[in-house]
T-cell receptor, first 113, second 114 residues
Framework: GEDVEQSLFLSVREGDSSVINCTYT??????LYWYKQEPGAGLQLLTY?????DMKQDQRLTVLLNKKDKHLSLRIADTQTGDSAIYFC?????????????FGTGTLLAVQP | GAGVSQSPSNKVTEKGKDVELRCDPI?????LYWYRQRLGQGLEFLIY????????KSGLPSDRFSAERTGESVSTLTIQRTQQEDSAVYLC????????????FGPGTRLTVT
């Protein structure tokens, strides 16, 4: 099936680290993504990781990939109130002539001042 | 440069009417995607265009939905005889190559069917 699962909600205090988790289904996915959606806005690509990597770091963001368990996580260091948003993980799916992203249902991150 | 743009940003329509949503991809992007996001849910893939290849329409939920794209430019998504369950945000994305490593999303069109 094509189910990407995420926990629905995460609450952290400003300055703490946030870890958002995701499990995906397709072991052949080449790329895995994290998108951020702020209220009333479109999706912003935060980062992505190639499936042959275990970790990718980009400033305050760290992505960890456990391909064996099909588990992806996003760690945000020193979380700020501006990080409050919905975070979606997505896996790439290639089939024949097509290419699409399969999205999780999103994790609402609430940052308490 | 300019990002992906969509119009209208909001559309309210009566049940049974047809609607047309527009997407302008980033210039030079050969791949274009439409997704639907229902309230409180993730995105559902609808359709994929790559250059002049036949589109992948496998995500379209019914034959009331259709989409067109001329070359590598503007795309329109048409919903005929709208139903209340069509209410959602319709998002368009584009990417620069077949691999679609980075899909850039537009702000979406919020469709409300009354």
């Amino acid at each position: 099936g094509e189910d990407v699962e995420q926990s629905l909600f995460l609450s952290v205090r400003e300055g703490d680290s946030s870890v958002i988790n995701c499990t995906y289904t397709d072991s052949s996915s080449t790329y895995l993504y994290w998108y951020k959606q702020e209220p009333g806005a479109g999706l912003q690509l935060l980062t992505y990781i190639f499936s042959n990597m275990d970790m990718k770091q980009d400033q305050r963001l760290t992505v960890l990939l456990n391909k064996k368990d099909k588990h992806l996580s996003l760690r945000i260091a020193d979380t700020q109130t501006g990080d409050s948003a919905i975070y979606f993980c997505a896996e790439s799916w290639y089939g024949g002539a097509t290419n699409k992203l399969i999205f999780g249902t999103g994790t609402l991150l609430a940052v308490q001042p | 440069g300019a990002g992906v743009s969509q119009s209208p940003s909001n559309k309210v329509t009566e049940k049974g009417k047809d609607v047309e949503l527009r997407c302008d991809p980033i210039s030079g992007h050969t791949a274009l995607y439409w997704y639907r996001q229902r309230l409180g849910q993730g995105l559902e893939f609808l359709i994929y265009f790559q250059g002049n290849s036949a589109p992948d329409k496998s995500g379209l939920p019914s034959d009331r939905f259709s989409a067109e794209r001329t070359g590598e430019s503007v795309s329109t998504l048409t919903i005929q005889r709208t139903q209340q369950e069509d209410s959602a945000v319709y998002l368009c994305a584009s990417s620069s190559d077949r691999g679609g490593y980075e899909q850039y999303f537009g702000p979406g069109t919020r469709l409300t069917v009354t």
